[in-house]
């Protein structure tokens, strides 16, 4: 552990030790199955909350937990002042709070059930397991502080755990899955492998670290999303991407996100249109001008419209519905220009609008006329790319 004034860092730069690279840090720490968990406190009348996956059991006797934050949290910030908080673990139904909790913003707790515990500590709803702390002692690690805890508090329910592995949640079996099929599709829509080359799945899954039943049961899935094809001998091609296959994902886009208005916009409760109305705040807050900031945009956009899709009730059709989603195509073929023009004008505030308004045509109208502007902008890329990317 590394002393309040940095001293093992020092140690280590004065000793002429190598210092690992950030990047293959972060790739290898990713090969770490943990669990997932969001710390929670409250200051005065303000609630904090953030997901966080370095949390361990400290002691038995007394009962202790360890939890690290980064300093630049505001949640740190919140526990420091306030001396207690709240781990609560989430089962894997709760991938979307877990995302939800990871991202900046004031207001997570928008549409996110909970109640207040007799420790006045905020308690997500529906969690695998909660356990209440005060803190004992601090100390400093790096961009983080270590605050180790004292239980008061402790509570289990039956359930599965929500796992996080390689930057994917959900239970183990599936976040290998899951880390292999998105993966091989970052690789494919990055056309990794050139166009009407053969993808090799062994030189794929050495990429991933993963074994190669898991890359080519993703390929099988993504050849059912049109994004490879098929060739002899069992292996597959990318799908160039055409104006053609353009308007079928973003066509079948449109499908779901409409049937979903229709069917369930009438009956959606506040709490989902107040998460839907955070994550339109958040992204009109976006004007991307960056590498970083054009991903926060689209992953923002993703979860916006993936969470008008929740209305459903169904991950699986949620999930369907971002599978759909081609926007590393457009990250890797886009020139900053094309993207200023591809924003247009802004269908946030009047889809969030008819959402709130619980009015069917209106939303619908809007989703509609979103994706034709989008499917219009990808045509003219693809256009000034010759016909395919």
Known sequence: MTSQNGSAVRYGIELGLPIVDENVFRNVVGHFASGVTVITTADGDHLYGT???????????????????????VTHDAVSRS?????????SSQGEIARAFARKGDDKFAGVEHTISEHGLPLLSNTLASIECVVNETAVGGTHTIFLGRVVAAEARDGEPLAYYRGTFGNLERALESAAYEGTRDWVLRRRTPLHETIDVEVVAAELRLEPALVNNALIRLATESLVHAVDGGAYEPTP????????????RETIETGVL????ADVDDEQLQGVRRLADQ???IMPTTADELEQFLELNQDLHAAIVDFSGSRQLTASYRALNVATVWRETYEPEDWRSQLGPSFVP?????????????????VCEQVAFVTQGAKT?????????
């Not at 400290?58 to 300093?71: D, H, K, T, V, W």
């Not at 001396?83 to 089962?91: K, P």
């Not at 229709?262 to 916009?265: C, D, H, K």
């Open 51 to 73: 997901t966080v996956s370095a949390v361990s059991s400290l002691s038995a006797e007394p009962p202790m937990m360890l939890i690290c934050l980064n300093r630049s949290s």
């Open 350 to 366: 009047r889809l969030v609008e008819a959402l709130e308004k619980r009015d069917v045509e209106a939303a619908r109208a809007v």
């Open 283 to 285: 992204l009109l807050e």
């Open 381 to 389: 890329v693809i256009a000034a790319h010759g016909g395919q990317v």
């Open 262 to 265: 229709e069917r369930y916009l």
């Open 83 to 91: 001396g207690r908080y709240a781990i609560n673990i989430l089962a």
């Open 241 to 252: 991407m055409t104006a053609e296959l353009v308007d079928k994902l973003y066509g079948s």
